[in-house]
């Protein structure tokens, strides 16, 4: 296990102790503000509401008051934090690429066309000692509709969805020109004062079906609501080697789809769920039924992982999202449950269909299929 470990968290020969220790302070601050900046910036205000300079945090609340309803209205998205240099140190890490399974590709800076032969190693993935991100596409998403992103699995920490759709890191404003993607949070954490405003700058909203109306509802397009279907349980399935996926009865995804006719995107990030170990908790343990237990009331699930040396920081294994095609979507105001289970179907469909034509390519053995649960 410790061989194990030393290998996967081991950095490319070639790195620089300097890019080295960005990487893993990047990994860090990140790791950190998934775990505590709520917490950090909370006490914060406390500190200054009761200190001397306590007239600006009132003028702050008044603001916040304000303000209340932006997360909920497409939130605040700032190009300048989604650029940050940090989050390619981040990527850098793994590191972190996307596949939307096609002709053009994202290398580093430059966006590049691949050949179209068969015969060319246009999906050879990106290997664990390479530090370039590539996006790669055959087809264009048209940036005059709107979009919902299935994003799976969940992982521990969703680490695949937010470097590749909360930053810019690899290259997805190039490869999606007009697209302005959305990741869906959790709302409770937009009552967080200044927590919450950090994380909408890169793009976070709330998961409330109305946040994600609002985003399909807009007449110009562009807009994508990006949603790990799994939700906050299926990350207690995000194990080495795991491929379980709770969709079954995930279906407000397609409804919302199907009422704003926004056409249907299934992802995959092959890797997500290599990143952390877990403590063991097979569904009828008493670890299970406590953290099944204890989700409804704290609105997430509480994952007992570790990385490298029981340390919160993921292993260093490479991450790859796969973009699928678009599932065109007519609109219906009020769709019926046989139209929305008709659509959930297809959904099923295509994304296991995308899984099992692109997981050689990632290491996946051609016995393992996906657990749908």
Same mark, same amino acid.
């Given at each position: 296990?410790?061989?194990?470990?030393?290998?996967?968290?081991?950095?490319?020969?070639?790195?620089?102790?300097?890019?080295?220790?960005?990487? $893993?302070?990047? $990994?860090?601050?990140?790791?950190?503000?998934?775990?505590?900046?709520?917490?950090?910036?909370?006490?914060?205000?406390?500190?200054?509401?009761?200190?001397?300079?306590?007239?600006?945090? $009132?003028?702050?609340? $008044?603001?916040?008051?304000?303000?209340?309803?932006?997360?909920?209205e497409g939130g605040r998205r700032s190009a300048w934090v989604r650029n940050w240099a940090i989050w390619s140190h981040f990527r850098d890490y793994f590191p972190i690429s996307v596949r939307p399974s096609g002709m053009v590709c994202w290398v580093g800076a430059q966006l590049q066309k691949r050949p179209s032969s068969p015969?060319?190693?246009?999906?050879?993935?990106?290997?664990?000692?390479?530090?370039?991100?590539?996006?790669?596409?055959?087809?264009?998403?048209?940036?005059?509709?709107?979009?919902?992103?299935?994003?799976?699995?969940?992982?521990?920490?969703?680490?695949?969805?937010?470097?590749?759709?909360?930053?810019?890191?690899?290259?997805?404003?190039?490869?999606?020109?007009?697209?302005?993607?959305?990741?869906?949070?959790?709302?409770?954490?937009?009552?967080?004062?200044?927590?919450?405003?950090?994380?909408?700058?890169?793009?976070?909203?709330?998961?409330?079906?109305?946040?994600?109306?609002?985003?399909?509802?807009?007449?110009?397009?562009?807009?994508?609501?990006?949603?790990?279907?799994?939700?906050?349980?299926?990350?207690?399935?995000?194990?080495?080697?795991?491929?379980?996926?709770?969709?079954?009865?995930?279906?407000?995804?397609?409804?919302?789809?199907?009422?704003?006719?926004?056409?249907?995107?299934?992802?995959?990030?092959?890797?997500?769920?290599?990143?952390?170990?877990?403590?063991?908790?097979?569904?009828?343990?008493?670890?299970?039924?406590?953290?099944?237990?204890?989700?409804?009331?704290?609105?997430?699930?509480?994952?007992?992982?570790?990385?490298?040396?029981?340390?919160?920081?993921?292993?260093?294994?490479?991450?790859?999202?796969?973009?699928?095609?678009?599932?065109?979507?007519?609109?219906?105001?009020?769709?019926?449950?046989?139209?929305?289970?008709?659509?959930?179907?297809?959904?099923?469909?295509?994304?296991?269909?995308?899984?099992?034509?692109?997981?050689?390519?990632?290491?996946?053995?051609?016995?393992?299929?996906?657990?749908?649960?």
């Amino acid at each position: 296990m410790v061989a194990r470990e030393t290998a996967l968290y081991r950095m490319p020969a070639s790195s620089s102790c300097l890019r080295q220790s960005l990487q $893993v302070f990047a $990994v860090l601050q990140w790791v950190f503000s998934f775990l505590g900046l709520a917490q950090v910036c909370l006490a914060a205000l406390i500190l200054v509401l009761l200190g001397r300079a306590w007239i600006l945090a $009132v003028l702050y609340l $008044v603001w916040l008051y304000r303000d209340r309803n932006t997360p909920w209205e497409g939130g605040r998205r700032s190009a300048w934090v989604r650029n940050w240099a940090i989050w390619s140190h981040f990527r850098d890490y793994f590191p972190i690429s996307v596949r939307p399974s096609g002709m053009v590709c994202w290398v580093g800076a430059q966006l590049q066309k691949r050949p179209s032969s068969p015969k060319s190693n246009l999906h050879a993935p990106v290997g664990c000692a390479s530090s370039v991100s590539q996006l790669v596409k055959t087809a264009e998403l048209d940036p005059s509709r709107n979009y919902v992103f299935g994003i799976h699995p969940h992982g521990v920490m969703v680490i695949g969805a937010f470097s590749n759709f909360c930053t810019d890191a690899t290259g997805f404003s190039h490869l999606f020109p007009g697209l302005r993607p959305h990741l869906l949070m959790l709302p409770c954490w937009f009552n967080l004062p200044i927590f919450r405003d950090y994380i909408m700058c890169a793009g976070l909203v709330s998961s409330d079906k109305a946040s994600a109306s609002y985003l399909l509802s807009r007449p110009q397009g562009g807009q994508v609501a990006v949603l790990s279907v799994g939700g906050p349980l299926e990350a207690l399935e995000a194990k080495p080697g795991a491929l379980t996926l709770r969709i079954r009865n995930q279906k407000g995804f397609v409804k919302l789809a199907l009422e704003h006719g926004a056409s249907l995107v299934p992802v995959f990030s092959f890797g997500e769920n290599e990143l952390f170990q877990q403590f063991p908790n097979p569904p009828g343990s008493w670890v299970r039924r406590a953290q099944e237990g204890l989700q409804p009331l704290l609105r997430v699930a509480l994952p007992l992982f570790r990385g490298p040396w029981g340390l919160p920081l993921p292993f260093r294994s490479p991450i790859h999202t796969v973009v699928g095609a678009p599932i065109p979507v007519q609109r219906i105001q009020r769709p019926s449950r046989e139209q929305v289970d008709a659509l959930h179907a297809i959904y099923v469909e295509r994304l296991t269909q995308l899984f099992e034509e692109h997981k050689a390519r990632y290491g996946v053995p051609a016995d393992r299929h996906l657990l749908l649960i």
